[in-house]
Each structure stands twice: as structure tokens, then as C-alpha cells.
Antibody, heavy 120, light 107 residues
Framework: QVQLEESGGGVVQPGGSLTLSCATS????????MHWVRQAPGKGLEWVAF????????HYADSVKGRFTVSRDNSKSTVYLQVSNLRPEDTAVYFC?????????????WGQGTLVTVSS | EIVLTQSPATLSLSPGERATLSCRASQNLRTYLAWYQQKPGQAPRLLIYDTSNRASGIPARFSGSGSGADFTLTISSLEPEDFAVYYCQQRSLWPLTFGGGTKVEIK
């Protein structure tokens, strides 16, 4: 079955950086767009970034543009999110999600998430 | 950016009752709206896509309707496992956006 597993979260100081990873299995990764979505503690969902199946196109939320970079390695079936110049408001669980098989830009399924805490 | 407004914020109902959740968009979405369910400590799950299509494995008591800027998720008869938070999401325009969520709680 389709599996998505995020890693790389942790505690980082304001202004710091991290690279989040999402390792996948159970589907043809190289033909699937991938997304990152985050959820601040006790808050709602916020879409963060998208990368096309071949890496040729990226989209970002305005709140992270210029600070976050999404990338992928199709040989490893893994998508990455480089987060830099972190702010306290970036504290959240970061989920990766696969573009659904039904139509693009629906999220199905999701990983379990990795927590990023920005604090001094 | 398209803003999605969900109402009510909280819905207090008993098992067996009907739940009606609303999602209103700031622009015409045509039918490009989805609904997700999230339980505490879990990742969200896709329920409905393109306004009214149930995702694989989703029970028939979940249905979606609407078009343009007004959309509804209906749960015809609440089961104990349906008490959760529900989010709508649009894919009509970048950036993709979510509504603020509706919590369906046990009365």
C-alpha cells in the first residue's frame, strides 16, 4: 500500500534551517506530484509547497516563498523541504502528501508528519 | 488568494443525527472543492473531491454538494467514529487553500 514517512523535524533557533524528508513507497513516485502541508499546534491546515512529478514546476505559499525550497529525488522516491530563515510562526507539524489519483492538487494520502519547533 | 470560510466552527450533535457543514469561497471555484476529516493525533484523510465524489473507502453516509462559491458536506447519520474536525480545500487557483475547519463534537 502507499506509504509516506516524514523525518528531519526538530527544535531549531529563529533564523535557522532544516531539511525535511518524505520517503515514499507503494506507488510510482516518478509520475506523481507531491505536496507539503503544515499545521501549527492547535490550528488548522496550511498548504506550503508543491513539486511536479518531474521537478520542473514548484509552487509555494506566500508565507514561505523565498525561505522554503521543495525538491525531489525520483531515484530514491523521496521529496524534500528545505526550510530556512525560520520564524517562530513556522512551528508546526509538517505533512507530506501525494497528489491524488483522482485529479491533481487533492492530497491523498498523507504521511504522519514531522514536528518543527522554532524557539530560542 | 481564495479564502474559504467554514461554518459553524463547532457542531454539537448526537450519534444518529444529521450533520450539515458549510464552506463558502471568496471566488467561484466551479466544482474544485474537497473535504478532509482529521481525528486527534492523526493525519487528515480525503473524504470528498471535486465537490461530490467520495474517495475510495469512504462510507455512503458522507456526501458533498454545491458549486461556484457555496458548498456543503453532509453526514446523513453520525457514527461514533465521525466525531472529528472537517476541512474544505480548493484547487481552483494557486495558492491552494483550506478553510478554518468545523469541529463535529458529541453533544
Amino acid at each position: 500500500q502507499v506509504q509516506l514517512e516524514e523525518s528531519g523535524g526538530g527544535v531549531v533557533q529563529p533564523g535557522g534551517s532544516l531539511t525535511l524528508s518524505c520517503a515514499t513507497s507503494g506507488f510510482t513516485f516518478r509520475t506523481s506530484g507531491m505536496h507539503w502541508v503544515r499545521q501549527a499546534p492547535g490550528k488548522g491546515l496550511e498548504w506550503v509547497a508543491f513539486i511536479r512529478y518531474d521537478g520542473s514546476t514548484e509552487h509555494y505559499a506566500d508565507s514561505v516563498k523565498g525561505r522554503f525550497t521543495v525538491s525531489r529525488d525520483n531515484s530514491k522516491s523521496t521529496v524534500y523541504l528545505q526550510v530556512s530563515n525560520l520564524r517562530p510562526e513556522d512551528t508546526a507539524v509538517y505533512f507530506c502528501a501525494k497528489d491524488s489519483n483522482y485529479s491533481p492538487n487533492w492530497f491523498d494520502p498523507w504521511g504522519q508528519g514531522t514536528l518543527v519547533t522554532v524557539s530560542s | 488568494e481564495i479564502v474559504l470560510t467554514q461554518s459553524p466552527a463547532t457542531l454539537s450533535l448526537s450519534p444518529g443525527e444529521r450533520a450539515t457543514l458549510s464552506c463558502r469561497a471568496s471566488q467561484n471555484l466551479r466544482t474544485y472543492l474537497a473535504w478532509y476529516q482529521q481525528k486527534p493525533g492523526q493525519a487528515p484523510r480525503l473524504l470528498i473531491y471535486d465537490t461530490s465524489n467520495r474517495a475510495s473507502g469512504i462510507p455512503a453516509r458522507f456526501s458533498g454538494s454545491g458549486s461556484g462559491a457555496d458548498f456543503t458536506l453532509t453526514i446523513s447519520s453520525l457514527e461514533p467514529e465521525d466525531f472529528a474536525v472537517y476541512y474544505c480545500q480548493q484547487r481552483s487557483l494557486w495558492p491552494l487553500t483550506f478553510g478554518g475547519g468545523t469541529k463535529v463534537e458529541i453533544k
